[in-house]
């Protein structure tokens, strides 16, 4: 486990942003983007426009959560 956050680019509505997340959430993240049969830029846009008034990375680890919740409550 890192720890730190990693920084990467994401393309938002057009408009390039950058969100840190820890490596961990990076490759929970890709993996949900794969089940939902999205691009990381598509899933990110998705988990923005329902964000609220919470910040994006913190959106991200919530899907991320909320995700593995819903597989766990399927198993």
């Known amino acids: 486990m890192s720890g730190?956050?990693?920084?990467?680019?994401l393309t938002?509505?057009?408009h390039r942003t950058?969100?840190?997340l820890e490596a961990e959430f990076w490759a929970a993240f890709r993996a949900l983007a794969r089940n939902r049969n999205q691009g990381i830029n598509e899933c990110a846009a998705e988990i923005d426009a329902a964000r609220g008034d919470v910040?994006?990375?913190?959106?991200?680890?919530l899907a991320?959560?909320?995700?593995?919740?819903?597989?766990?409550?399927r198993s």
Do not use: C, E, N, T
Request: aromatic fraction near 0%.
């Open 4 to 9: 730190r956050p990693q920084k990467h680019s």
């Open 12 to 14: 938002l509505k057009g």
């Open 18 to 20: 950058s969100v840190s």
């Open 55 to 61: 910040g994006l990375a913190s959106a991200i680890r």
């Open 64 to 73: 991320v959560l909320k995700d593995l919740q819903s597989r766990l409550d």
